[in-house]
């Protein structure tokens, strides 16, 4: 059986948005990365939430089946962010299989990256791309030709990603690897809140 998790991205500093938009109140009167976390489905055995070395955690409201990862180099970028994220993943998943604790966890093919800010994402989506997922595999969804998210990257890529610095993303493992772009009809995949008019009204 495939096995993936999810890896919410919320490390980021919020320039645009003029403050912390992960305590912004998007219409069902939750935080935005509260609302991001919600939209995530159970398609993943486990929900990582990568974050600030320096967040209290409590303010950002985050639910208590989360696993925060606290990225020391966040303020380099998603990239370094991204690296550390998938070290601490990688290393969760070898201490499970040394510990004999929740040993499925060393069966995980591959990690959904979403972004904190997107919580727009259908439930289906999530569900058709990790029915394509692996190991050897990258899936991302194209929505009106425009590559969005979330990328499930397998586990062949993650040796290179935790070798990204900066703030580019995961472009240049994107660049030379076996990508799969899956079109779906959920704008969701690509609509992301990055200043306060993204924000949609009650």
Known sequence: MKDSVALVMAAGQSRRFGSDKRKAVVGDGKSLLASTIQSIPNTYRRVFVAVRPDDNTFS???????????????????????????????????????????????????IAVILGDMPFIDESTHTLLHRSSGAQVIVRPIYNGQPGHPVIVGREYWEKVKELRGDEGAKAVLADANVMQISVDDPGVIRDIDRQKDIPSA
């Open 60 to 110: 950002l409201n985050l639910p208590d089946h989360v696993y925060v990862i606290r990225c020391l180099h966040a303020l380099e970028g998603l990239s370094s962010s991204m690296a550390e994220a998938f070290a601490a993943i990688e290393d969760y998943c070898i201490t499970c299989y040394e510990s004999d604790v929740e040993s499925a966890s060393t069966n995980v093919e591959s």
